[in-house]
């Protein structure tokens, strides 16, 4: 039985398992017919269709199905389940049973469907460009392989990390039968400085899994918890348990100190923003105050006299609940100083409690994997003969002081297996296409380490083949099925036979989880290394290297709808920026827009060409660089977007940079002009305590409803509403794409964009806190708005055909056969959640194909108005069920798209007829007003107002800085 968690569905019949035959035999089948689904009045698809010889068992026509299965990054799991809807992948949703999940997605995970029907995936295996066959590459593969006669020297194999077990399996496998080869591991963002700094702080490398939710002081010194590192939805939504509208506690106290802005230090109680030399300095003081043995003293930059009343009041307050507390240390931050929050844990009695260590989920990619530069040294130094570069880039991503291009030409035979024909495919003699995830067999362990299975949901469309596919011809296994190779490798690990087995399998594809794989937590003991503080050198200018929000290290750059994201704290599209801080743009003389170029201060003639962006939330002396963009062969979509951030990467050292205006100008895109509330309480903030003493502060002042014009209308059976927690949102976007991904939204391109023509149904407007209220100024307040669905909507009354209408239960539908195009209702709508859609976007290079498309959600054409609907064709289909059963539907059956989709539950819908349902109780939180409701549209959407909780005397001392008192 398909696992289903997340929208109600018919029960299937027969038997519907995930690898029986007449599922693999409709897969089969799917693999000759893609277009099976087509757009809503556009006629049928020009491709021949292939019917059905005998229906699959368990498919029933018009009824979804659910299939658990697990997407990678960097290495680690995280579980999701996959809406098929006739055989087609259209939709991702969170696994409830994962615990990296539990039941929330990331936007990347969301954008994943879009990256499985994209056209311009490698399609074919390739020899020097030219077109080849799998059969010509085995034989390649096989001839001439003079390391196999010398033990395997002369072979090398580069990855990214890998926590797979069947994988690793493999790569052991092929290690033993060729002892001289050698596997290389790579990753842009992770250097190894976690895994040395857990040897250098217990002597054996460790994970430090967090439980945020047994947190009263978190402490994050340049890590963005919220949103980077495996685990970060789990973290997100255990952090915001303390600060939930329904139950709200606000004893949870979150400091961030960091380079660069992120979704932590957006909605941290405090936030300061240093260079990351400083904030080590901050760090080791603080241990000193602590009374960690063997600090050494250190002085107070004078650019820090505000980290002296953190360092007092971080003092304070850890002292005051030690065991009750936990610090994080970000990559930007020294080996030595990472160690030294290892035993800052130990130290306050947090080990074990709010920070458990575990055995390293990628100890063995750590152990066995040499890394990148030594592979490029033997490259220069001819002695590789063959290099397999499996699912990984490093001619784009590889650090530019390794000249991985040019070294690569020295190989005899380099082979690439990818998704896509990139940079490394073109410069490799052989690319060969993968397999994406939801068409292949496969496993993964989460951040916690618990294993799960990477389940196909449908045959490879271009003929990509499974990630063990090269070292199988490697190990002669080439009889044996990606399938096969997950099974047997599990079966020996559960030490189980027959229907017992049969049994555990079958529970593990269907939970999406393998039950009693996690790690257990390791007995540790600090190592009596001493440790020796870094240098605390203040460089000219430092380049922080950081993920984009949008499109990662560049995997996803061809992605349409994550480019169109707005990113989460500017609201930038289709681009990249190089971010600085207002001195440290005054002093390089420059401004938003101007072309800078940076040039590593040393002989590496390291540079690139970057726009600026000026920001007074990043620290001085740094300049902050996306990477994943200025891609050269991502796809029609990525190519030419932003600069390439790796021209400036080294492979061991932090580079000085200088910088120089060339005098251009260059013109960002991003969908929110204005970030201030001007004086309107559009987001109402408190402290703790003015909230205790007038927990109805977000709605005093607003008068009653007046009388109204429009005719009462009664709601006898579903009367459906909406509350958004404004306290729990952390503001990622991933609301954002869950809601294109369910509802068939265009991607309009930068250009539309640029005119204020995004399409996206609901959007998270960021503010900042009014000067003298109870938040500072280095806080972020942000407001996921859709349609508000107001009882007295302002846009039905103006539209001259009736296409924006009130329906029986509350919904305001707009029918878009009906809608000639006047945009009335988008004038009278007050909240500007409607959108136009001025042009067809069907037929573009950035279209959503046709068998991607959700069949239940009309495909709109342009010249149509098209708004958040709340998911009416999930409520209709949940309500079709519940008939069936002859019962009402339950709180909890209908799930939106974008309340599905949110790590911290912010969002809650459902009958507002019942008085037991989550969104009513939510709705009685004091802390709930509506938005704008002096306009007495009274919407169905409401919100809670934003309770802080500081420090009066830190507060203080922040404003002073600021200027803010």
């Not at 609940?321 to 610090?327: F, G, N």
């Not at 390794?402 to 380099?414: I, M, Q």
């Not at 996803?556 to 500017?570: A, D, I, V």
Request: with cysteine; hydrophobic share 40%; glycine share 8%.
């Amino acid at each position: 039985m398909p696992t289903r968690h997340t929208i109600p569905i018919h029960p299937t019949q027969g038997d519907d398992e995930p690898d029986s035959p007449g599922r693999r035999h409709f897969m089969r089948w799917m693999a000759a017919s893609v277009a099976l689904g087509s757009a809503a009045c556009s006629g049928p698809p020009a491709e021949k269709i292939v019917p059905y010889v005998h229906m699959p068992e368990g498919l029933t026509p018009g009824h979804p199905t659910f299939y658990a299965t697990t997407l990678t990054r960097h290495g680690y799991g995280c579980g999701v389940l996959v809406e098929s809807n006739m055989g087609r992948p259209t939709k991702v949703e969170g696994n409830p049973r994962h615990p990296a999940s539990l039941g929330a997605t990331s936007p990347f995970s969301q954008a994943a469907i879009l990256q499985l029907w994209d056209p311009d995936r490698s399609q074919m295996p390739r020899r020097g460009g030219t077109p080849a066959s799998w059969d010509a590459f085995e034989a390649a593969l096989a001839e001439g392989a003079r390391w196999r006669q010398a033990g395997g020297a002369g072979l090398r194999l580069l990855t990214g990390p890998i926590s797979a077990p069947t994988q690793l399996d493999q790569v052991r496998r092929l290690l033993d039968r060729y002892p001289k080869a050698v596997w290389h591991s790579y990753d842009p963002l992770d250097n190894g400085s976690a895994m040395r700094a857990a040897l250098l702080a217990f002597g054996r490398p460790l994970d430090m899994v967090l439980h945020l939710e047994h947190a009263e002081t978190i402490v994050a010194l340049d890590a963005d918890v919220f949103a980077s590192g495996p685990g970060h939805l789990r973290h997100a939504r255990d952090a915001m348990t303390d600060r939930r509208a329904s139950a709200p506690r606000f004893t949870r106290r979150l400091y961030v100190a960091e380079s660069t802005e992120g979704l932590t230090g957006a909605v941290a109680d405090h936030r300061i923003a240093l260079a990351p030399h400083e904030i080590e300095r901050l760090t080791w003081r603080l241990a000193a105050k602590l009374g960690v043995p063997g600090m050494p003293a250190l002085t107070v930059s004078a650019s820090t006299r505000l980290a002296v009343a953190w360092e007092d009041h971080l003092t304070e307050r850890l002292r005051a609940a030690p065991q009750a507390a936990v610090l994080v240390a970000g990559p930007t931050l020294s080996v030595q100083t990472q160690a030294l929050v290892h035993r800052l844990n130990v130290h306050l009695g947090a080990m074990g409690h709010t920070v458990v260590p575990i055995e390293s989920v990628l100890a063995d990619t750590h152990q066995l994997a040499r890394p990148l530069p030594e592979l490029a040294d033997a490259m220069h130094g001819n002695d590789v003969d063959t290099l397999l570069m499996l699912d990984c880039n490093p001619v784009y991503d590889a650090p530019a002081d390794l000249h991985f291009a040019e070294a690569l030409k020295t190989v005899r035979l380099p082979v690439h297996h990818g998704l896509y024909y990139d940079e490394t495919g073109q410069a490799s003699v052989w690319h060969v296409p993968l397999a994406h995830p939801f068409e292949q067999w496969g496993d993964a362990r989460a951040w916690d380490g618990t294993a799960s299975i990477v389940q196909p949901l449908i045959a490879p469309l271009y003929g990509g083949r499974h990630i063990h596919a090269v070292p199988a011809m490697l190990l002669r296994q080439t009889d044996q099925s990606d399938h096969d190779l997950v099974r047997q490798y599990w079966q020996r690990r559960l030490d189980v036979t027959g229907v017992k087995f049969e049994a555990a399998w079958r529970t593990a594809l269907q939970d999406g989880v393998i039950a009693g794989t996690a790690s257990s937590a390791a007995s540790v003991q600090p190592s009596t290394t001493l440790l020796v503080s870094p240098r605390f050198d203040t460089p000219s200018l430092r380049p922080v290297f950081v993920e984009d929000p949008a499109v990662g290290i560049g995997e996803f750059s061809n992605n349409g709808w994550l480019q169109e994201l707005p990113r989460p704290l500017t609201g930038l599209t289709w681009d990249n920026a190089a971010y600085l801080g207002p001195a440290t743009a005054r002093k390089l003389d420059v401004r938003t827009g101007d072309v800078v170029r940076f040039t590593a201060a040393d002989a590496s003639t390291l540079s690139i060409l970057a726009p600026v962006w000026v920001s007074d939330r990043q620290a001085e002396g740094v300049v902050v660089l996306p990477l994943g963009y200025g891609r050269g062969a991502a796809g029609r979509v990525g190519n030419g977007v932003g600069f390439s951030a790796y021209g400036l990467m080294r492979a061991s050292t932090v580079p000085t940079l200088t910088a120089t205006a060339v005098g251009r100008r260059h013109l960002f895109v991003h969908t929110q002009q204005n970030n201030e509330m001007e004086g309107r309480s559009i987001i109402p903030v408190a402290s703790v305590a003015q909230f205790r003493g007038d927990p109805r502060f977000a709605s005093a002042g607003v008068k009653a409803p007046e009388a109204s014009l429009y005719p009462p209308w009664p709601y006898p059976n579903y009367k459906w509403g909406m509350a958004i927690d404004l306290n729990s949102c952390i503001g990622c976007g991933a609301c954002t794409i869950a809601c294109q991904a369910e509802n068939n939204i265009p991607v309009v391109g930068k250009d539309q964009v640029m005119r204020g023509r995004a399409m996206h149904w609901i959007r998270v407007d960021r503010y900042r806190p009014e000067p003298g209220t109870a938040a500072s100024r280095q806080r972020l307040l942000f407001q996921p708005v859709p349609c508000m669905h107001c009882e007295d909507a302002p846009c039905e009354l103006v539209c001259p055909v009736g296409a924006t209408v009130h329906d029986s239960e509350g919904l305001n539908v707009q029918v878009y056969n009906r809608c000639v195009g006047t945009r009335f209702c988008s004038n009278n709508c007050p909240y500007k959640v409607r959108r136009f859609n001025f042009l067809d976007h069907l037929d573009t290079a950035l279209a959503r194909p046709a068998p991607a498309q959700n069949p239940d959600v009309t495909v709109r054409r342009g010249g149509v108005m098209e708004k958040c609907t709340y998911c009416l064709q999930r409520i209709t289909r949940a309500r079709l069920a519940a008939e069936e059963l002859r019962r009402p539907l339950r709180d909890g059956e209908v799930v939106t798209a974008c309340q599905g989709a949110c790590p911290t539950q912010a969002i809650t819908f459902g009958n507002l007829n019942d008085a037991d349902s989550a969104v009513v109780r939510a709705k009685a939180s004091p802390l709930d007003y509506g938005l704008l409701a002096n306009l007495n549209t009274r919407p169905r959407t409401s919100y809670a107002a934003v309770v802080v909780n500081r420090d009066e005397d830190l507060a203080r001392a922040e404003a002073q800085e600021q200027g803010d008192a």
